[in-house]
């Protein structure tokens, strides 16, 4: 049951696109929950809290990420006394329309179909503040909340997965987009998973049906790929810098995925746009 409805109207004035509240959440149990015609986007910087939804209660602690859309409702219930909460109203009309314009945000984030939690670790909690706090001292207009979402988004785009995927193995997916983790092979996305290299194993089987030899493959095969279209770099230094050092090897890799050798798809797709011929 809700009593308290809140609008963005009242919220956001003076044409600004969002409004960031930082803020100490007390241990009182919340008597109901709140509505809102806002979509909002709020993080635990410090401590833990309950965070109250209609159908039961989550506990959150620090560098929990949520996103609720406009017309969830919700409470939240501090636990202790240092649980802090930032929070960000964000107008409706902006979020709608950067669904449209992105097909790739579809199904996650605010488009979820039920409120979205991720965690981040503590690396990429600093790179939030920073974020907000460009944000802070920026006009507060549509383009400056874009320019703090859209490298969010793509900074937590994973692959998709059931939605009971662990957070360690979400985690060391996204990890694995950088090229210091997949030079490292298995190991690497092991090593960012923090599981023993069985269980990261089951459990990867399990979730994506591939081994983590085959997903950093992949990566280490799109990295190639990216190389060969868009540097001169020769075939040799981009498997090296791929952590795959044997050419034999590195050859068989990327004609097994994009069925054609390196050197064809360089001749195939790369394009001179700097000093065309």
């Known amino acids: 049951m809700t009593d308290i409805a809140l609008n963005y109207r009242e919220i956001l004035k003076g044409g600004v696109a969002v409004h960031i509240t930082r ?10 929950l ?16 309950r965070h109250h939804l209609p159908d039961g209660v989550a506990s959150l602690s620090e560098g929990a ?6 017309g969830d409702a919700h409470a939240l219930q501090g636990r202790g006394s240092d649980a802090l909460v930032v929070s960000l109203t964000l107008h409706p009309s902006l979020i709608d329309a950067l669904g449209k314009r992105h097909a790739i945000i579809q199904g996650k984030f605010f488009w979820a179909d039920t409120p979205q ?6 690396k990429a909690l600093i790179h939030l503040n920073q974020a907000t706090m460009r944000l802070e001292n920026s006009p507060l207009d549509r383009f400056s909340v874009e320019a703090f979402l859209l490298p969010l988004f793509s900074e937590l785009l994973t692959p998709d997965v059931p939605n009971d995927a662990p957070d360690w193995l979400l985690h060391a997916m996204t990890a694995a987009n950088a090229p210091k983790v997949f030079r490292e092979g298995a190991a690497g996305f092991v ?17 994506t049906g591939i081994s983590p030899s085959d997903f950093i493959n992949e990566k280490r095969m799109a990295h190639a790929a990216r190389q060969l279209i868009g540097t001169s770099e020769s075939l040799q230094d981009i498997a090296t810098d791929c952590g795959i050092p044997n050419l034999s090897h590195f050859h068989k890799l990327f004609r097994t995925t994009y069925k054609l050798t390196p050197h064809a798809y360089r001749r195939k797709f790369q394009r001179h746009v700097v000093q065309p011929e």
């Open 23 to 32: 803020a100490q959440v007390t241990p009182t149990r919340p008597k109901a």
């Open 34 to 49: 709140h509505s809102q015609d806002f979509h909002e986007l709020f993080w635990v910087q410090n401590g833990h809290i």
């Open 65 to 70: 990420l949520v996103f609720m859309r406009a």
């Open 117 to 122: 939690t991720l965690h981040l670790d503590t």
């Open 191 to 207: 090593a960012q998973a923090g599981q023993s290299h069985a269980h990261v194993s089951r459990t990867m089987k399990r979730v």
